[in-house]
């Protein structure tokens, strides 16, 4: 089968790239947007090459019928959705469209984003996105990885995130991504990388390998078509939809690309 790599940066990454041509790629989203936005146009690169895609989006669960926290309220408001269950719905909806335009297929795992999660007593564990992780949740990385162990094939390839800005779940889901036992490659969270200094950045990448990818604009092109999909998170991440572009096409021109880093 003849195929064209995109133009790289790094000559060790094409090697890999090549080297795991056609092996399954899976990008281990904490939520309905987290892959996209930090590495969309990666993936269409791939995808056009035929190499295989995955999105697994960890915290995308739907929340039983009890009365929401005011941290969800809150957030609800924002999003203009009334209900955990509309707006499950309306990101899943989102996150189709958003991985169809760049070749991807998606899991859906039933995790709970932690502005709805709940205590035993149904108690409220969190009122803001960067808390500490709950005594009564220490166990939730292991589930996590549990539940990924369970679809993956031995020659998949993993891609989990940094956990860049503090954020709870992606703290827990890259805690569960490092507990599969498996080489893992990174890519940064985005739009967190952009406030995020280069001391924290080093700290968060001790004992990586990094590479930069190049994407084509082609890929950047169909890289903000899908972040456009998810037009309920817009409003909140990024203001409007012209700064989301602006933003996400400076990060691409720094390098033509993106920054990708693989444990040793």
């Known amino acids: 089968m003849h195929f064209t790599l995109p133009p790289l940066l790094s000559k060790e990454w094409e090697a890999l790239w090549k080297s795991n041509y056609l092996m399954r790629w899976i990008y281990i989203s904490p939520h309905l947007d987290d892959a996209i936005f930090s590495a969309g146009g990666l993936i269409y690169e791939q995808t056009q090459t ?5 999105i697994w989006t960890i915290m995308s669960g739907f929340p039983n019928d009890a009365e929401l926290t005011k941290f969800a309220k809150s957030l609800h408001k924002r999003w203009g959705t009334s209900s955990a269950e509309e707006t499950i719905r309306i990101r899943r909806a989102e996150d ?55 679809h993956l094939q031995p020659e998949d390839i993993l891609v989990c995130q940094l956990a860049l800005g503090g954020h709870l779940d992606h703290i827990v889901v890259r805690k569960a991504a490092k507990l599969l036992e498996r080489s893992l490659f990174y890519s940064a969270d985005f739009p967190y990388l952009l406030n995020t200094k280069p001391q924290k950045l080093w700290w968060k990448t001790i004992g990586l ?24 998170q817009i409003g909140v991440t990024f203001k409007t939809t012209e700064l989301m ?3 996400l096409t400076a990060y691409w021109m720094k390098r033509k690309g993106i920054r990708i880093w693989k444990t040793r």
């Open 96 to 150: 189709e469209r958003a991985a169809d335009i760049v070749g991807a297929k998606t899991r859906h795992f039933n995790f709970l984003d932690c502005m709805y999660r709940r205590g035993p007593n149904g108690e409220a564990l969190y009122n803001n996105s960067f808390a500490q992780l709950h005594t009564t949740e220490m166990d939730l990385p292991k589930q996590i990885a549990n539940a990924i162990s369970k």
């Open 50 to 54: 035929s190499v295989p895609v995955e």
């Open 209 to 232: 390998k990094e590479f930069d990818q190049s994407i084509s604009e082609t890929g950047l092109l169909s890289w903000l078509e899908a972040a456009r999909a998810y037009a309920s």
């Open 245 to 247: 572009q602006e933003k």
